[in-house]
């Protein structure tokens, strides 16, 4: 050996190597029979492994545990539980939508239990519910905003639109009254329509269809500045998911109904598992956001004395009951707080009962709510509701049905009248509300008691029914049968009381003058829509494309009485016993629709997707050979980010570019407008009651139409822990469904008829998600919304000759106010002075009323704020708005009549020279000043700044950590803090005389077991 050497022995070496290579290479080993022998005894000595998923907090159901590198997989139960069998060496991925994905070895053991972390980033992965299908919001060609019951559930609000405010972008969403019950105007990237009740978009419940039509016939409530809402009915606590379609893409699947956006809303489904119970007890306060800033006493008396003086009025007459001594002039009362200062007390109770086994889950839940008046009365508003969900799927997974049910009910009994005019208004010494015995006080006769509006009433009641199926087969892999049934029943009846204990006594009006107007109105709705989907894929894309149809039919009713002459007050709510009833509305109306509807959809790669809709409508509420129109969109996206140059950029996670156009359109424009109609004349003549004509035909009466266009860009950073989207939008509504004014000598109003005015809403919005910690115990999320939007009438033929011409201007939003412009305080007259436009020394409406305020909020949005520390979560929300409005002015007489008056009015003239900014205070004597107030009213002098920061909602919550027992304590508020220099009452407020929105603090627990 000492001679062998490297270069003579190298072949050997090299021929072992070779050999040992090839023996232990997996191709040898596999067919070794020890190797072989070694496999199966591993494979006999798999183990079982088992144990619970959670959060940290509670047991996680539904997760997917997969063992890697193979199909086998299992989820884990109700309680988070989960077995399954698998190799010692084996990984196990732990999966669950919103949650990050762990890989854990089994190291041979048998119990593993582990703690998934929340994903605050997996936006991509979030499926969006588009109507008639569904997409992964990375995929998405159109613009869908959404919100789910994580910010849902923690608004202590009982109307679902009050959960959306200042959370989405283009969704502008305004409370029109604190009253119980009241609605909320809603505008879904601008107004479109010249009609203010033709703005409204379409809601679908559980792929229902639902009316928002105003319920009633408006006669009744003077405590609700609109009729109510029916979105009352549903309960928010029951809700899962609420998106909003904006875009040609998202919404012309719709067609008609689509031109003013889509808010789909999906109630909540019952989860495999044992059954489980929740509940959640919630009790809180509801109190008036904000007063005004009055004068006290000694200032109203002053301005009083000062007014008689300025008037040569000496001695002051006996009528002023306020300044002659006939009150204490020293008394003081806070009439705000007096009379809607008091505070409402709100109690909500829901409770769930969920389970099933994989094929078939259920979810029954209900709540009751109540809540009484911030008014001096025992006025009360509640409601309860009862809904089920059953979802069953067959053994080959082919047949799926899901179907619900929910019935509402609704008992609002408020005051026949607001109290919110007269509490701003009363003179800071008037007398004590009450006699010491307890009943209202007339004071001898010198002042109108504000407590007497509280002796009418006003009751809504309000049943409602909403079902609803849905079920699908599965023909192959490729075609798939589905249809959707829905029926909608609601009953409102309304009372409106009178009695003759609403007047002085002095006025000696007994019960034959007491007043009752009673009303009841039926809608009943079915809707049938079978659809056929069908998916191939072609090369390395996917094709989807859906074909279904629409089959609706809606029958309303109405009747509205007036009734008077009583015997006894106590008889006033039945209409039997009144001497005189009057109708005065009683109609019945049916509405039909179809529609064909079609979607196609290529996905090339998850890169570049094309998404084409088309819908056939057909409406009963159009002249013949107008009632049928076509509407589409074709969407594209491209994702930017897959692109070679862009793919192992750790910048840069996501990236999507995408555009649409489209047209919809709008039959928001009630039954039968097109049609001859005649009405009943109310004459009686020789014992018959005869008819008279109420509405010309027209049979070119035809559909609205709206053409969307929007360009978005959606990007994420840093593996999307900074999500950014910016979108470009230009809307042109044409066509307008309107009346044109005819002569009164026609015998005739208006024509209904279609106007070629041309609508543009232009804006831009901005959306920012960001991940600012996230880690195992402490996580902070940040959203924020801005919407900038212009509304534009672009068209209106003949518009200075036509009736609108003081209503609008080309080139202008449809939301303004032409007025006289406020130039200021005459120092040496002291009465208003306004602008004379054309010079020639008289101001008149047509001539002079030429400055133009724009009602419409330049911009809006929300900021929100998520913020998680072990068992604590702390969620807050601030809206803000840039706009104008009508001041405190609005709501007073001119300064020094017996109205109380804002402390801005103490700056005000009282000689010649002096710089003011209120004129000479009057009793009314001084025409002039009087003649100067009116003016003012009608001037930019009372528009001012209605811009405010609002503490919208907050919500602090702490999970007990208990064993067997999942509890929440939590503390909800609700219009919490207001930051604004608005001089009027509440600046989200547009509705003067009425109730604001009410700051709601509550608090509870939410438990299950």
Known sequence: MKNFSFYKGWPVLWYLFIFGIYQYSPAVQARNPIRIFQANQNHFKQVKVSGTVSDGKAPLPGVTITIKGTTTRTITDFDGKYSLLADPEDILLYSFMGYKTRSIPIDGRSVINIQLQEDATALQEVKINAGYYSVKNSLNTGSIAKITS???????????????????????????TGTPGGGFDVQIRGQNS??????????????????????????????????????????????????????????????????????????????????????????????????????????????????????????????AYDVNGTWDQTRYTDWQKELMGGTSLITDIQASLSGGSSQTQFLLSGNFNKQTSVLPSDFVYKKGNVRLNINHESDNKKFKISSSIGYTIQDNNQARGDLMREAVTIAPNAPALHNPDGSLNWENNTFNNPLANLEGEYTANTNDLIANAMMSYQLSDAFQLKANLGYTALNNAEITANPSTRYNPAYGLGPELSTLIASNADRKSWIVEP????????????????????????????????????????????????????????????????????????????????????????????GPGKQFATFGAVGLAWLFSKEGIFKDSSVLSFGKLRTSYGLTGNDQIGDYQYLDAYSSSGVNYSGIVGLQPSR?????????????????????????RIFFTAAWYDNRSSNQLTGIPLPGTTGFTSLQANLEATVQNRGVEFTLRTVNIQSKDFSWTTNINLTLAKNKLLEFPNLESSSYANQFVIGQPLNIQKVYHFTGVDPQTGLYTFQ???????????????????????????????????HWQLDFLFQFVKQINYNASTYFSYPGSSSNQPTTVLNHWQQPGDSASYQIYTTGANSAAVEASYKYYESDGTISDASYLRLKNISLYYDVPLKDLQCKLFFEGQNVWTLTHYNGADPEFKSAGYLPPLRILSAGVQFSF
């Open 150 to 176: 994580k910010n849902i559930d923690k608004q202590p609000v009982t109307n679902v639109l009050a959960t959306i405010q200042g959370r989405m972008a283009g969704v502008n969403i305004t409370q029109t």
């Open 696 to 720: 010309l035909f027209n049979p070119e009466f035809g559909w609205e139409t709206n053409k969307k266009f929007e360009v978005a860009l959606e990007t994420g950073f840093l593996e999307d």
């Open 836 to 870: 004379d436009v054309n010079g020639d020394g008289m101001l008149t409406s047509k001539e002079d009323k030429t400055t133009i305020k724009d009602f419409n909020p330049k911009y809006y949005g929300g900021f929100q704020n998520t913020l998680k520390y072990k």
């Open 194 to 319: 010249l009609r203010v009740n033709g703005n409204n978009p379409l809601y679908i419940i559980d792929g229902v269809p639902y009316s928002t039509d105003p319920i009633g016939t408006g006669i009744n409530s003077a405590v609700l500045p609109t009729q109510p809402s029916p979105l009352n009915s549903i309960n928010p606590d029951q809700i899962e998911s609420i998106e909003v379609l904006k875009d040609a893409d998202a919404t012309a699947i719709y067609g008609s109904r689509a031109a003013n956006g889509v808010v789909l809303i999906t109630t909540k489904k019952g989860k495999a598992g044992k059954t489980q119970f929740t509940a959640k007890l919630l009790t809180g306060t509801g109190t008036v956001t904000r007063f005004m800033d009055l004068m006290n006493t000694e200032q109203y008396v002053a301005m009083r004395k000062e007014t008689f003086a300025n008037d040569g009025i000496n001695p002051i007459p006996d009528y």
């Open 531 to 622: 659809q056929v989907n069908w998916n191939k894929i072609i090369g390395q894309g996917k094709l989807d494309a859906l074909v279904g149809s629409t089959f609706q039919t809606q029958n309303s009713s109405q009747l509205a009485q007036y009734a008077f002459g009583f015997s006894n007050n106590s008889l006033i709510y039945n209409l039997a016993s009144a001497s005189n009833i009057f109708t005065l509305v009683s109609d019945e109306s049916q509405y039909k629709y179809q529609a064909f509807f079609g979607r196609v959809n290529y996905n090339w790669n998850d890169k570049y997707i094309v998404n084409a809709t088309a819908r056939r409508d057909g409406s009963s509420r159009f």
